[in-house]
């Protein structure tokens, strides 16, 4: 079955950096677009990153666009954001997301607090 374990969320100073991964199994990794979204306590879902099979193609929203950045490492199932300048508005948990041809299929989540 599909399975996406995210991981890498914690406790960041404002400034700081965080990398987080999402595993990814029971699917051809390879031709599948990948999202991260996060949610705000709150607040509704929002996309953060997206990225395509391939790489070739990434888009973020303005709220993250120069900080954040998505990537992929088909070899590895495993897709990445690396979060820097990280502001207390980007608490959230984050999720991972991918999109299937038999449907979408998310994690569950890890936790990012950006706080002094």
């Known amino acids: 079955q599909v399975q996406l374990v995210e991981s890498g969320g914690g406790l960041v100073q404002p400034g700081g950096s965080l990398r987080l991964s999402c595993v990814a199994s029971g699917f051809t990794f390879s031709s599948a677009g990948m999202s991260w979204y996060r949610q705000a306590p709150g607040k509704e879902r929002e996309l953060v990153a997206s990225?395509?099979?391939?790489?070739?193609?990434?888009n973020y929203p303005d709220s993250v666009k120069g900080r954040f950045t998505i990537s992929r490492d088909n070899s590895k199932n495993t897709v990445y954001l690396q979060m820097n300048s990280l502001k207390p508005e980007d608490t959230a948990v984050y999720y991972c997301?991918?999109?299937?041809?038999?449907?979408?299929?998310w994690g569950k989540g890890t936790l990012v607090t950006v706080s002094s």
């Open positions: 990225i395509s099979s391939a790489g070739t193609l990434r």
């Open positions: 997301k991918a999109a299937l041809i038999i449907g979408s299929y």
